[in-house]
T-cell receptor, first 116, second 113 residues
Framework: DGGITQSPKYLFRKEGQNVTLSCEQN?????MYWYRQDPGQGLRLIYY???????QKGDIAEGYSVSREKKESFPLTVTSAQKNPTAFYLC???????????????FGAGSRLTVL | AQSVTQPDIHITVSEGASLELRCNYS??????LFWYVQSPGQGLQLLLK??????LVQGIKGFEAEFKRSQSSFNLRKPSVHWSDAAEYFC???????????FGSGTKLNVKP
């Protein structure tokens, strides 16, 4: 079955360490996204990529980095510059639903990062 | 700037009762609107979407939503709630031909037996 796989499901990090969250999709979607979810704040966009080798900052990109070397993969690195990294991270992908260009997001199951 | 407001943080309803979750958006042109549902510790699942046409849209699991342009609203409804509907619900908007989705802060639904 097609879908989005995020790993690891749970991750613990010491302060000052960089960590990388994996996101792989086999849906043949062109666009991929990373969102951060905190209680009571909904989802906030970190980075998104519409094609391979190209990506754009979202609303809260500081302290994060991404790469898009393959269509199927969009890893997110949480760097030591991110001051409050404890959160639930969601990866998503999309293709245009119709000729109007309106997209629908498909989500992975998420990764929970806790900084000790 | 685009934004989505879900005024109710928590809602509790009895099983079998009707449900309405509120969503208001701020956007200059005709938006594309969505409702997603999230179970604890899981990703989001699409319930329904509105792009154009009939303003009353049907989704999965017996949910429906109505787009009201005059009120900038896209409220989610269900005539009879089941215990399995307990989850968090998110309203979202995206601009035409644009890849940035804006999400509300979510409404947590509890269902009493």
């Amino acid at each position: 079955d097609g879908g989005i796989t995020q790993s690891p499901k749970y991750l613990f990090r010491k302060e000052g360490q960089n960590v990388t969250l994996s996101c792989e999709q086999n849906l043949n979607h062109d666009a991929m996204y990373w969102y951060r979810q905190d209680p009571g704040q909904g989802l906030r966009l970190i980075y998104y990529s519409q094609i391979v080798n190209d990506f754009q900052k979202g609303d809260i990109a500081e302290g994060y980095s991404v790469s898009r070397e393959k269509k199927e993969s969009f890893p997110l690195t949480v760097t030591s510059a991110q001051k409050n990294p404890t959160a639930f991270y969601l990866c998503a992908s999309s293709i245009p639903l119709d000729s109007s260009g309106a997209n629908v997001l498909t989500f992975g199951a998420g990764s929970r990062l806790t900084v000790l | 700037a685009q934004s989505v407001t879900q005024p109710d943080i928590h809602i509790t309803v009895s099983e079998g009762a009707s449900l309405e979750l509120r969503c208001n958006y701020s956007y200059g042109a005709t938006p594309y609107l969505f409702w997603y549902v999230q179970s604890p510790g899981q990703g989001l699942q699409l319930l329904l979407k509105y792009f154009s046409g009939d303003t009353l849209v049907q989704g999965i699991k017996g949910f429906e939503a109505e787009f009201k342009r005059s009120q900038s609203s896209f409220n989610l409804r269900k005539p009879s709630v089941h215990w399995s509907d307990a989850a968090e619900y998110f309203c979202a908007v995206v601009a035409y031909n644009f890849n940035k989705f804006y999400f509300g802060s979510g409404t947590k639904l509890n269902v009493k037996p």
